[in-house]
């Protein structure tokens, strides 16, 4: 399997526009987590998933951020409308049934100008 | 409510010994320790269940104290490949899954 993929690697947007990240887990894991990551906070839960059916969203900063998981090889994790305090590291990982290892994609660097 | 760490950062010569210890304020189910190198993402070291056990991989091992919440990660003696971010991940008592980080401490091993 390729493990976790992510994408955009890198994305550079202005404030106010949309992003969209993306997830692809690795085939048969039932778990997927979005984090983010910024030096003040560290590794921050945003949401987490079990068979595609969100599970806890309280880590979701507030209404602009959403995620979605239409099936279980994919995710996305929208900011609408963007701002500058959005900028960090996002990471998607994956795993399978609870208390396993979590395998997390390369992440996407977000800045927001 | 995220674990909290200490220290936050450590800097070691080569062969010498570290702990990193992990403090939760709520019961737990399980620790998780990861290491991320820089800009990479994290990887997986070990788990540990309530039970109070040890675990251990060549000269990395954990500790787990369920009573106290707490963890230490035992980092013996030390190489340039051990050098960092830790983190701890914890899931709750109610083991539902839920996965969350503390915010991570630094290690640098130096020659």
């Known amino acids: 399997d390729a493990g976790v993929i992510q994408s955009p690697r890198h994305e550079v947007t202005e404030m106010g526009q949309e992003v969209t990240l993306r997830c692809k887990p690795i085939s048969g894991h039932d778990y997927l987590f979005w984090y983010r990551q910024t030096m003040m906070r560290g590794l921050e839960l945003l949401i987490y998933?079990?068979?595609?059916?969100?599970?806890?969203d309280s880590g979701m900063p507030e209404d602009r951020f959403s995620a979605k998981m239409p099936n279980a090889s994919f995710s996305t994790l929208k900011i609408q409308p963007s701002e500058p305090r959005d900028s960090a590291v996002y990471f998607c990982a994956s795993s399978y049934g609870r208390n396993t290892e979590a395998f997390f994609g390369q992440g996407t660097r977000l800045t927001v100008v | 409510q995220q674990p909290v760490q200490s220290p936050q950062a450590v800097i070691l010569r080569e062969g010498e010994d570290a702990v990193i210890n992990c403090s939760s304020s709520?019961?737990?189910?399980?620790v998780h320790w990861y290491r991320q190198k820089h800009g990479e993402a994290p990887v997986f070291l070990m788990i540990?269940?309530?039970?109070?056990e040890q675990k251990g991989h060549d000269k990395i091992s954990a500790s787990f104290n369920e009573k106290k919440q707490q963890s230490s990660l035992y980092l013996t003696a030390s190489q340039l490949s051990y050098s960092g971010t830790y983190f701890c991940g914890t899931v709750g008592s109610s083991n539902t899954g839920k996965l969350i980080f503390g915010q991570g401490t630094t290690l640098q091993v130096k020659p």
């Open positions: 998933f079990n068979n595609n059916v969100p599970i806890d």
């Open positions: 540990l269940l309530k039970g109070g």
């Open positions: 709520k019961a737990l189910y399980s």
